[in-house]
């Protein structure tokens, strides 16, 4: 008998010790004293392991203002740090990683003043250039390539559009040419070092077809090939992201829909030839195993007989979603691609906003404006699909989404890809991070509430502020945020915290 007992108290310990070996762990913890109301504060991940932290840290009238970064190793050690001199009126608007620099777009109150630095990770030694932009107002997209910048923001005179080179060298500055208007849109922009060019991936309506252009410029700002994807049969192509490689191995990979310029059928995969139709794949949501599993199994079947119907009849499906592309992720096997499911909503009707961090410098004209005033947006779920090199799709996944909404149209979900084949979902929820594991097309449920370690674990979190969550390294995060922390019932304590965690 005590032989039995022992044999299956070490199975019980063989498995717990498995179960918490699944769970991500959080071996480091960084608290810096800095506080909410005074401090603005971007955490940079580098590929190589290491994070740069910056700092500006206002006085309460804020007309003096303190710039600093921070160079931090893989456990959260500081490696260097540096004061810069920039202006109280100047705010951080985007990041860029180049090789091992750095570059930091920052706006100003005057609309037509940005600077931009450019930091030796290394060392933390730095240029700053100041540039007077007539041409644009606000950034909202921020690509270096040799050193050059190529930034998306709206049109000063039309509010278009607007795509600008801008060498800081020489202080020129350029719009870029293409065919814009009211009714096209950047649907992604990827920067190709190994080429030596930065590819441009421009959606274009009428209000009734839609097509898709992808424009390649090289590091001086000049065109050097315009490709048009004209639609295929009564398929619209609404977004897409485009892969990295040379010219002759590059692809769209994005959304499509018949009818709706704005509802989404299914996704595509096609090459990126010119003046051709997208001679590529397609998938309706009705091909993919996993699109319906945030219903009930009856539900599900009843609504995958009912499209099944529609199609043998020669109608289109009327299972639709309004998507919202992520960034393709590169693995050995070829791309993933994330899309968010989304519903819009009159502001108030739903919870309450998700903690998530949004960029409040991104301009929007004062008619639009108005009308997202009116507006919210509740993500419902996010699809997940694996492609190998030549856009064959291999699998597809799903995780619903629970009570995240946001007041613009942004992502709510980081995703990062794992050395042992897996996609990790994450996002934060009040004092602490939801991730979902997902293996390839086996679906589950599973959402978990991972729950934030404090540095001394006689205290407790309070409450926590402004929490974010970004990937880092082979499929580790930093989650970050300003918390109150209390000991019993000692007086509380604020602090600015970072921490690792790692799947």
Not at 329 to 344: D, F, K, Q, R, S
Not at 427 to 449: A, F, Q, T
Not at 468 to 488: D, E, H, K, V
Request: proline share 4%.
């Amino acid at each position: 008998m005590a032989d039995l007992r022992f044999l299956l108290l070490c199975l019980f310990s063989l498995a717990v010790t498995l179960v918490q070996a699944q769970e991500p762990q959080q071996p480091y913890r960084l608290e810096l004293p800095l506080e909410i109301n005074t401090t603005d504060v971007e955490v940079i991940a580098l590929p190589d392991s290491s994070l740069l932290l910056y700092t500006k840290k206002s006085n309460i009238w804020g007309n003096k203002a303190d710039f600093a970064v921070q160079k931090y190793n893989s456990k959260l050690e500081e490696v260097w740090h540096k004061d810069y001199d920039l202006e109280a009126q100047d705010f951080f608007m985007h990041s860029y990683l180049d090789g091992g620099a750095t570059y930091l777009a920052f706006g100003n109150i005057d609309p037509q003043k940005y600077k931009f630095m450019r930091i030796n990770n290394a060392t933390g030694e730095t240029t700053i250039t100041t540039h007077e932009l007539e041409a644009i107002r606000g950034i909202t997209e921020f690509h270096v390539l040799q050193g050059r910048y190529f930034l998306v923001g709206v049109a000063k005179n039309d509010r278009n559009p607007l795509l600008l080179f801008v060498n800081p060298e020489n202080g020129e500055a350029k719009p870029l040419p293409a065919i814009y208007g009211y009714e096209s849109t950047f649907s992604d922009i990827r920067t190709n070092p190994d080429h030596q060019r930065v590819d441009v991936v421009l959606t274009e309506a009428n209000n009734r077809i839609s097509r898709l252009q992808v424009k390649s410029f090289d590091a001086d700002g000049n065109l050097i090939s315009n490709h048009f994807i004209l639609q295929h049969d009564d398929k619209n192509l609404l977004n897409a992201e485009v892969t990295p490689g040379d010219t002759t191995t590059r692809m769209l990979i994005g959304v499509y829909g018949a009818g709706s310029l704005q509802l989404s059928q299914g996704f595509f995969t096609a090459p990126v030839v010119s003046h051709q139709e997208a001679n590529g794949e397609f998938y309706n949501f009705l091909q993919l195993r996993n699109s319906f599993k945030y219903m009930s199994p009856r539900r599900e079947e009843r609504v995958r007989r009912r499209e099944a119907e529609r199609i043998q009849s020669g109608k289109q499906p009327s299972y639709r979603h309004k998507l919202l592309l992520h960034d393709l992720v590169t693995t050995p096997e070829g791309y993933i691609l994330t899309a968010e499911a989304y519903v819009t909503q009159r502001r108030g009707s739903g919870s309450s906003f998700n903690s998530l961090r949004h960029n409040p410098y991104t301009y929007l004209s004062p008619a639009l404006s108005a009308a997202r005033d009116q507006e919210e947006y509740k993500h419902t779920h996010a699809v997940t699909l694996g492609f190998d090199k030549n856009g064959v799709l291999l699998w597809d996944n799903l995780f619903v989404l629970k009570d995240i909404i946001t007041p613009t149209i942004t992502k709510s979900i980081e995703t990062s890809y794992t050395s042992g084949g897996n996609v990790v979902i994450v996002y934060p929820e009040e004092d602490n991070i939801i991730y979902h594991v997902m293996d390839k097309d086996k679906y589950n449920d599973e959402r978990v509430e991972l729950e934030l370690l404090t540095t001394d674990k006689t205290e407790k979190i309070s409450s926590t502020d402004q929490l974010g969550i970004i990937p880092w390294y082979q499929g580790s995060f930093l989650a970050f945020g300003f918390q109150r922390l209390r000991r019993g019932y000692a007086e509380s304590r604020s602090t600015f915290f970072i921490n690792r965690i790692t799947f």
